[in-house]
């Protein structure tokens, strides 16, 4: 009954392929997002769906491609993978995104990302 | 950029002792949130206070707000080994939350 589960846990590859993180909550929640946490404990946005449609996309290459299939799964694809994407990676879901919303956010376990 | 900032770094005190974390913000705020994370684990919400607030208590948790200084503290009381981790303040504004880089609580036996 995990609130919101990321698969993998782990993922070790090379440079330039190609990899996926997935990403589903069971809370009922209209919004989900996508975090990068660095080596320094920076968490910062990548991404955020409201009910399936894209809402932020911050300065993230397009390597990045998160896809929606319903409002319960938010999958991250990255293509072509750099050194630089090391990171844990958090998904997190929220109630609602707008603005005055006490949005406290769910997070899910991380996917700790290497790429060698 | 709105991103909290927390202060101190890092802090290691021992059990029974308060931890006090400090956070700074640069922009107006909708409402300020703070989260822990345990190592390796995501972040976890403790609690929040909205823009019209200025202290807000959960069990030994203390958070304080002055907006006109745009800081926040969290103050956890009577703390125990379980609470090493490392906490957050999030600042939400106009979009979506903005996390600081983060305090590390090392509480001592």
């Known amino acids: 009954d995990t609130a919101v589960s990321q698969t993998p846990k782990y993922l070790v590859t090379q440079m330039g392929n190609d990899k996926s993180i997935k990403c589903e909550q069971n809370?009922?929640?209209?919004?989900m997002y996508w975090y990068k946490q660095d080596s320094k404990k920076f968490l910062k946005i990548m991404f955020s769906?409201?009910?399936?449609?894209?809402?932020i996309n911050e300065t993230v290459p397009n390597r990045f491609s998160p896809k929606s299939p319903d409002k319960a799964h938010l999958n991250l694809h990255i293509n072509s993978l750099e050194l630089g994407d090391s990171a844990v990676y958090f998904c997190a879901s929220s109630q609602e995104i707008n603005r005055g919303s006490t949005d406290t956010q769910y997070f899910g376990p991380g996917t700790r990302l290497t790429v060698l | 950029s709105q991103q909290g900032e927390e202060d101190p770094q890092a802090l290691s005190i021992q059990e029974g002792e308060n931890a006090t974390m400090n956070c700074s913000y640069k922009?107006?705020?909708?409402?300020l949130q703070w989260y822990r994370q345990n190592s390796g684990r995501g972040l976890v919400h403790l609690i929040l206070i909205r823009s019209n607030e200025r202290e807000k208590h959960s069990g030994r948790l203390r958070v304080t707000l002055d907006t006109s200084k745009k800081s926040s503290s969290l103050l956890i009381t009577a703390s125990r080994a379980a609470d090493t981790a490392s906490y957050f303040c999030a600042t939400r504004g106009y979009s979506t939350l903005t996390f600081g880089k983060g305090t590390m609580l090392l509480v001592s036996p």
């Open positions: 809370l009922g929640h209209d919004t």
């Open positions: 922009t107006s705020i909708n409402n």
């Open positions: 769906y409201n009910n399936k449609e894209l809402i």
